[in-house]
T-cell receptor, first 111, second 114 residues
Framework: GQQLNQSPQSMFIQEGEDVSMNCTSS?????WLWYKQDPGEGPVLLIA?????ELTSNGRLTAQFGITRKDSFLNISASIPSDVGIYFC???????????FGTGTRLQVTL | GAGVSQTPSNKVTEKGKYVELRCDPI?????LYWYRQSLGQGPEFLIY????????DSGLPNDRFFAVRPEGSVSTLKIQRTERGDSAVYLC????????????FGPGTRLTVL
């Protein structure tokens, strides 16, 4: 099945640094979502975006819905050790409820 | 519990065998979804139920895969004649059903086909 392209694939950063990752698609989505997955757990929703151009924050996380509807960006400010995990973007089209996920960005934070 | 639960947490089977994976959604959620996550990949959609009926089964890879939700709550994903390529984590999610509603995921069942 289709998977969205996420970059970077993985990143090592130091505690306190800011992190940026993005997600691109060949098709348009009406909703963009960002999830975090810890080992042995299911994905947990971080931020949902419903409108092209929308910029939404959740604590230290900020995400944007690309104006073309084919991309989205996630920024994490002042990273902390518990930010470690795999971050997935996901898109949803129209009224369809299935999610199309990205390939994931693995984040590792060093002290 | 309050969240989505899945059983078993791990399942090891032999090639050619039949397996059933169970999902208990959050109480009151009318929509239920199955996804499959291969190692190093994001989850891939399999099937979506709205109540008792499959609203979208376009993600089922072939006719060896089947899912039911007879009473609109618990769902069972059934895989016949398992193949090594079926090895993955099978995730279940539920939501209140409206297209904009958040999907809450269970911890998954890790299936290993030897």
């Amino acid at each position: 099945g289709q998977q969205l392209n996420q970059s970077p694939q993985s990143m090592f950063i130091q505690e306190g640094e800011d992190v940026s990752m993005n997600c691109t698609s060949s098709s348009i989505f009406n909703t963009w979502l960002w999830y975090k997955q810890d080992p042995g757990e299911g994905p947990v929703l971080l931020i949902a975006l419903y409108k092209a151009g929308e910029l939404t924050s959740n604590g230290r996380l900020t995400a944007q819905f690309g104006i073309t509807r084919k991309d989205s960006f996630l920024n994490i400010s002042a990273s902390i050790p518990s930010d470690v995990g795999i971050y997935f973007c996901a898109g949803k089209t129209g009224t369809a409820s299935k999610l199309t996920f990205g390939t994931g960005t693995r984040l590792q934070v060093t002290l | 519990g309050a969240g989505v639960s899945q059983t078993p947490s791990n399942k090891v089977t032999e090639k050619g065998k039949y397996v059933e994976l169970r999902c208990d959604p959050i109480s009151g959620h009318t929509a239920l979804y199955w996804y499959r996550q291969s190692l190093g990949q994001g989850p891939e959609f399999l099937i979506y139920f709205q109540g008792t009926g499959a609203a979208d089964d376009s993600g089922l890879p072939n006719d060896r895969f089947f899912a039911v939700r007879p009473e609109g709550s618990v769902s069972t994903l059934k895989i016949q004649r398992t193949e090594r390529g079926d090895s993955a984590v099978y995730l279940c999610a539920s939501s209140f059903g409206a297209p904009s509603e958040e999907q809450f995921f269970g911890p998954g069942t890790r299936l290993t086909v030897l």
